[in-house]
């Protein structure tokens, strides 16, 4: 599966974006998806995840309260609502796939995720 992250940009604390991660070659519906962040001069960061069918999620406690996740299988297609940005929020955005069956839990750590995309940048200034 291919993915491509988009729907980055500058936008002023306390705005908002929506990030998308969109699928081709198979269907994303057999994979759970995460999202990830690499801000500058600093490692990759989980901001989170999403079972394939949508039912659990999971955020980093940085973000929770602020952004959500979500995901239409129809449009190969998740989503990563990104709410009352905060400065430390800027970084590149990546979305990342691994294929599991139905009950597992939804992965956390960036080395069982099989398939990534291309990053999108998010700057949100002070």
């Known amino acids: 599966v291919q993915l491509q992250a988009s729907g980055g940009g500058v936008v002023q604390a306390g705005g908002s974006l929506r990030l998308s991660c969109a699928a081709s070659?198979?269907?994303?519906?057999?994979?759970?998806v995460g999202w990830f962040r690499q801000p500058p001069g600093k490692e990759r960061q989980f901001v989170g995840a999403?079972?394939?069918?949508?039912?659990?999620?999971l955020l980093a406690d940085s973000v929770k309260g602020r952004f959500t996740i979500s995901r239409d299988n129809a449009k190969s297609t998740v989503y990563l609502q990104l709410n009352s940005l905060k400065p430390e929020d800027t970084a590149v955005y990546s979305c990342?796939?691994?294929?599991?069956?139905?009950?597992?839990?939804?992965?956390?750590?960036?080395?069982?995720?099989?398939?990534w995309g291309q990053g999108t940048q998010v700057t949100v200034s002070s």
């Open positions: 999403i079972s394939r069918g949508g039912g659990s999620t």
């Open positions: 990342a796939a691994k294929r599991t069956i139905v009950t597992a839990p939804v992965p956390v750590n960036e080395r069982v995720y099989d398939f």
């Open positions: 070659g198979r269907t994303i519906r057999e994979y759970a």
